[in-house]
């Protein structure tokens, strides 16, 4: 079970009136809505983005691309109090287009920029580093949907129906898609990376203090 | 294992998070926001680093200003005497005695027959995607750097980068047709993709055998095929689909795309030429006749049932599906001999055939259930391969297709074993396709029918 926290989807509570003001805002097209929705969601949905996709090169373009399709739809959200759970939906959305163009892309014989190693912070201590790439590695491996359903419920800690929301598709798909992401981690990691698999199965060293 | 992948996946966030508070991406994401009156998807280029002087950079500089006109992106449309429009999913119908014009403005253009329909369903720097609901549309795409425009007829998808070429769909006689005029493209369909050019002519697809062929003994022989490329004679019935159909001769044939005499699935010990032995030891002696090489089409007026059938032993696929040892036909049995089960099969062999080749990832699951719709018209069969091709088709990554097979299940079969299922599934090919008028509308229907159903929270996250 997970046990760690999670911002989830849902911050009603905290967030509605907020929401609710702001989605009128943007609807209303006033000019100040555009920064203020940003300053409240960007690092929301850029961490989404990172969660799924890694520390990539295309982060940047993506998080702008969310937004830009964010306020072109705003006129459609029709609950402003779901504007997190929206705009994860639209975030997954986002994150899966640019995992299927370089899944298409796949065959060329030079490694697309995006999908070079993560670029890491330089403070970031060089064993937790390889850790990233290493799981990163395996992930790339994975199908698309199998890919976000690991991240969004392993990574980004969401319950199962969150991130069958976020995903778009029933609970039912998303456990299945998680299923088999588990299922295609594992294989992955036992065929590419041994040691990580061994570490998988032989102790539970991760997270132990860091929650 | 799972709580060791959810620490893993903790330990993954952890480190991930040390480098979120460094907020210069956000930083730069916001002004690019803000200073956009109408923002686009726009992509960042990299740092242009001038190598050889200034002069050199100032003279690119203005080469990249002069020649930004010819990359203008596909931000509008207009159609007909219409004013400019950025609006999606918004039906285009021509008039009944009229072509439509569609204009975007990169140049390219969409130009629908009379009486034709279609919409666009995206819009984006790099291309359109339009679909055409139903008739005939001539379209034009401008060739850029980056390019993707992609036209949608039923179950399949034209992909363009830059070319002239003609597309037709009649969803009434799930009929598909393509031609051509310039370039090439790739047709995305039921049975797999494939590179289309100029010199193949006009493709044909059919999603629907033609009527009844007359079995009486002087029934005339097959016409001639002028150029199809086969592999083991096939045992072919009068009708399959889909079928892609050239109308003139092709130069090359695709493995993946069936035509009337050559099945889809091609072995890979096909011959790539055009005679075929007059018989093979693989066929079985009360098999259909075997495809015309056209010399024998145009000599021969004799039936293929006149001939003497010699004595054979009983196939060895038949004895295997006795047994229900359906993944074992597929690994242990030639292809011709799979072919031949293919379309000599009861329907139950077929349906457990394509489910075996499903289980495995067998490419030819997808082929198998489209002969039993070919074959198995009206029946629970066809109408359940077109729910398991929808499936197959959402697995592979393209949603649009995969709500098409679902619709064409939920009319054949409203209230069939899948029907709830099917009708779930639609709500999420289509929000996976950003179909959205499309997903709020099966969402509606799913809720009225299946007000507590699986996929009911889905659906009304949907129409929210």
């Known amino acids: ?211 | 294992m799972d709580e060791r992948l959810e620490q893993l996946g903790a330990e993954v966030a952890r480190i991930q998070d040390e480098a979120l508070p460094d907020g210069r991406r956000r930083a730069a994401v916001r002004r690019r926001l803000l200073q956009t009156p109408r923002p686009s998807a726009h992509r960042t280029w990299g740092l242009w680093r001038p190598a050889i002087g200034f002069a050199l950079a100032s003279a690119a500089l203005v080469a990249v200003f002069l020649l930004r006109p010819l990359e203008s992106e596909v931000a509008e449309y207009r159609a007909g005497d219409a004013p400019p429009s950025t609006r999606v999913d918004e039906w285009i119908a021509a008039p009944g005695a009229a072509t439509l014009p569609i204009v975007f403005s990169d140049g390219s253009s969409v130009q629908l027959s009379p009486g034709s329909r279609a919409r666009v369903r995206q819009l984006s720097d790099t291309g359109a995607v339009v679909q055409l609901q139903h008739g005939q549309a001539t379209v034009h795409v401008v060739h850029r750097k980056e390019t993707r425009w992609t036209v949608e007829a039923g179950p399949f998808a034209v992909n363009v980068i830059g070319t002239r070429f003609r597309v037709q769909w009649e969803p009434a006689d799930e009929a598909f047709g393509l031609e051509v005029l310039d370039g090439a493209v790739r047709l995305s369909g039921p049975g797999g993709t494939r590179t289309v050019t100029r010199g193949d002519g006009a493709v044909r697809a059919s999603l629907r055998p033609p009527a009844p062929v007359n079995e009486e003994p002087n029934i005339e022989p097959r016409p001639a095929r002028t150029s199809e490329v086969s592999g083991p004679p096939p045992a072919t019935p009068p009708s399959r689909e889909p079928t892609f159909e050239p109308t003139r001769e092709r130069t090359r044939a695709e493995p993946r795309f069936t035509t009337p005499d050559t099945p889809s699935y091609r072995p890979p010990s096909a011959r790539l030429e055009l005679k075929l032995p007059p018989k093979s030891p693989d066929i079985a002696p009360d098999a259909p006749p075997p495809a015309q090489t056209p010399d024998v089409a145009e000599s021969q007026t004799e039936p293929a049932e006149s001939e003497e059938p010699a004595p054979a032993p009983e196939p060895a696929w038949k004895a295997l599906a006795e047994e229900g040892a359906y993944e074992e036909m597929l690994s242990s049995l030639s292809p011709a001999q799979v072919e031949e089960a293919i379309w000599q099969g009861a329907e139950d062999d077929l349906v457990n055939m394509a489910a075996a080749a499903r289980r495995a990832g067998d490419a030819r699951a997808g082929y198998i259930y489209s002969v039993v719709r070919s074959r198995f018209r009206g029946t629970d069969g066809a109408a359940n391969a077109a729910f398991m091709i929808a499936r197959m088709e959402f697995h592979a990554g393209t949603p649009h297709a995969a709500a098409n097979w679902l619709e064409t299940y939920l009319r054949e079969r409203p209230d069939g074993h899948f029907a709830r299922e099917a009708a779930g599934r639609l709500i999420e090919a289509y929000v996976h396709a950003d179909d959205s008028p499309s997903a709020k509308a099966a969402a509606e229907r799913y809720l009225a029918r299946y007000p507590n159903g699986p996929h009911a929270a889905l659906a009304r996250s949907v129409l929210q």
């Open chain 1, 1 to 211: 079970m997970l046990n760690r926290e999670s911002d989830g989807l849902h911050d009603e509570e905290e967030s509605g009136s907020g929401d609710a003001e702001l989605v009128a805002s943007l609807q209303l097209g006033h000019p100040e809505a555009r920064a203020a929705f940003f300053d409240a969601y960007g690092e929301f949905v850029e961490r989404l983005l990172i969660r799924v996709l890694g520390r990539d090169s295309e982060i940047e373009d993506l998080l702008h691309d969310v937004f830009v399709q964010a306020l072109a739809n705003i006129g459609q959200l029709r609950d402003p109090t779901r504007l997190k759970a929206w705009l994860s939906r639209m975030t997954v959305f986002v994150s899966r287009g640019a995992l299927r163009r370089r899944r298409r892309g796949r065959w060329l014989v030079f490694m697309p920029a995006q999908e070079l190693p993560d670029q890491k912070s330089s403070t970031t201590p060089h064993e937790t580093r390889d850790l990233l790439d290493r799981v990163f590695s395996v992930l790339r491996g994975l199908h698309p949907d199998d890919r976000i359903a690991f991240s969004l419920r392993y990574v980004e800690g969401l319950t199962l129906p969150e991130a069958a929301e976020a995903s778009g598709v029933s609970l039912a798909t998303f456990k299945r898609w998680l299923k088999r992401s588990d299922k295609a981690f594992l294989a992955r990691a036992q065929r590419n990376d041994r040691a990580l698999y061994d570490t998988l199965l032989e102790t539970p060293r991760w997270g132990g203090s860091h929650g």
